[in-house]
């Protein structure tokens, strides 16, 4: 089993910042896309961001050019640096992480429990 935490979210005006993290920990033998996701109230889940294990990102047209997606395969973290953040990026985030446990085992997709993120005034 592989779990997820993350962290990071909170309360933020309007053209402010926050940086989500979130760690994978457990029986963890390798680490493939580690993807964020998020669902407004009201509105479907959607994809945020992407990267691949070989650093390859992929971002919805929403946030390109305010938001980067990182990792850091040494932590099992990955991370979303969100700048320039308007009421509409108000939703709780998710994180996704296809991992396998053994070197026998297919990948399968985790998800965390979600962290909230506000951008009001």
């Known amino acids: 089993q592989v779990q997820l935490v993350e962290s990071g979210g909170g309360l933020v005006q309007p053209g402010g910042s926050l940086r989500l993290s979130c760690v994978a920990s457990g029986s963890i033998f390798s680490i493939y896309a580690m993807v964020w996701y998020r669902q407004a109230p009201g509105k479907q889940r959607e994809l945020v961001a992407g990267i691949t294990s070989g650093g390859s990102t992929n971002y919805a047209d929403s946030v390109k050019g305010r938001f980067t997606i990182s990792r850091d395969n040494a932590k099992n973290t990955v991370y979303l640096q969100m700048n320039s953040l308007k009421p509409e990026d108000t939703a709780v985030y998710y994180c996704?992480?296809?991992?396998?446990?053994?070197?026998?085992?297919?990948?399968?997709?985790?998800w965390g429990q979600g962290t909230q993120v506000t951008v009001s005034s």
């Open positions: 996704n992480v296809a991992a396998s446990s053994s070197y026998y085992t297919s990948p399968y997709a985790y």
